[in-house]
């Protein structure tokens, strides 16, 4: 099968959303031919066998035409819109050249009733794959696409994540003793829902530490929420953390926070899970799939959310959970899953590989 790709970013790119690709593509490596025409990401990233992708091209007009030009001369047989906001491009590409169209849906750009194009493409659809049940309800409920063509794909965690030496975790990152709370997510004043100021709140009633990862231009409004909740000297900004550094910096943790209300689906809650972290979310958007409805992780609602937190800092790591979210989460589970809600319609010998 050949499958051109459009995508907003793939490999050579950081996000949740880039990631999700990469990890779709990563389990179809080897298997069909993966052409990808990214708006964004890096020049000469590495791909796997089978998986080639484009420079970017951050012209809309002229990525138009060079995905059309792909696509009569490369004759896909699929073709995979990244984001939402792509799909009236990939619905007319897939019209002109008979390729089955494949839409992926991953959080707040599908919560909000779009554009008639849009909802005319998502409408043409031979599937579109959620990350979460929240999402496909939310498509749903603005689409009159066949429920059964709209499929749960949950995110998957990568193998970097596992639980490790903590004393060194927590040695690397000048820790003591003290209980630490963490967050990991874009300081973006449109992702204020994510809700790093409920911690800092909750933080005035607790003794430990709050470290927050990640940059953005919401960083002034949490330093003074920080200041006005008189816990700056427990609160620690730890800018943009490498993606090497992660698997350290969730082990140093006793807790993993994050408290959104806008989560298509949280991976940051996977990567901390697999790392042996407990977490707490709250019930909403797609985070209580991460969570595991409460049976991997904590799902609250905003009141409970101080309590629980307080009782997670008290309590003993449990050593089983790692594996646990491996089994439902890992990466053969995926790349199963994918397979199958993917490939069934081309060949049976697809599915079977």
């Known amino acids: 099968m050949r499958m051109l790709a459009l995508v907003g970013d793939a490999y050579g790119a950081g996000g949740g959303i880039a990631q999700y690709n990469r990890d779709a593509f990563d389990a179809l490596a080897g298997v069909h031919q993966i052409r990808i025409l990214p708006r964004g990401g890096a020049i000469g990233a590495a791909t796997p066998m089978g998986v080639s992708q484009d420079k970017p091209i951050f012209d809309q007009a002229t990525y138009a035409a060079r995905a059309l030009a792909v696509a009569f001369h490369w004759k896909p047989q699929a073709i995979f819109c990244g984001h939402l906001f792509m799909a009236p491009l990939a619905q007319m590409l897939s019209a002109v050249t008979g390729a ?131 816990v700056t000297d427990r609160v620690r900004f730890l800018g943009r953390v490498a993606e090497s ?37 709250l019930a909403a958007g797609g985070a209580p799939d991460a969570l595991g ?34 089994a439902r989460f890992g990466r053969d589970v995926f790349q199963s899953r994918l397979r199958a809600v993917l490939l069934r319609p081309f060949s049976s010998e697809a599915v079977a590989a």
């Open 245 to 281: 550094d992660l698997p350290d910096l969730y082990r140093a943790a006793d807790v993993f926070a994050l408290p959104s209300t806008g989560e298509g689906f949280g991976i940051v809650y996977l990567e901390a899970m697999a790392c042996g972290t407990p977490a707490v979310g």
């Open 293 to 326: 409805d409460g049976d991997l992780g904590m799902v609250v609602s905003e009141a409970d959310f101080p309590a629980t937190l307080a009782e997670l800092l008290s309590k003993p790591a449990d050593s089983s959970l790692a594996a646990s979210v491996r």
């Open 100 to 230: 089955r169209l494949i839409i992926q849906l991953h959080g707040i750009e599908a919560w909000r009733r779009p554009t008639p194009a849009i909802r005319r493409a998502v409408a043409a659809a031979d599937l579109v794959l959620c990350v979460s049940r929240d999402t496909r309800a939310r498509l749903l409920s603005w689409s009159p696409l066949d429920p059964d063509l709209a499929v749960v794909l949950a995110n998957t965690v990568g193998e970097a994540f596992t639980p490790g030496d903590r004393a060194a975790a927590r040695a690397r990152f000048g820790l003591a003793d003290q209980k630490v709370i963490l967050s990991v997510g874009r300081l973006d004043k449109r992702e204020a829902y994510k809700g790093q100021d409920r911690v800092i709140d909750a933080l005035r009633n607790l003794d430990a530490v709050y470290l927050i990862a990640g940059d953005g231009d919401d960083l002034p409004r949490l330093q003074a929420h920080a200041a006005i909740a008189g």
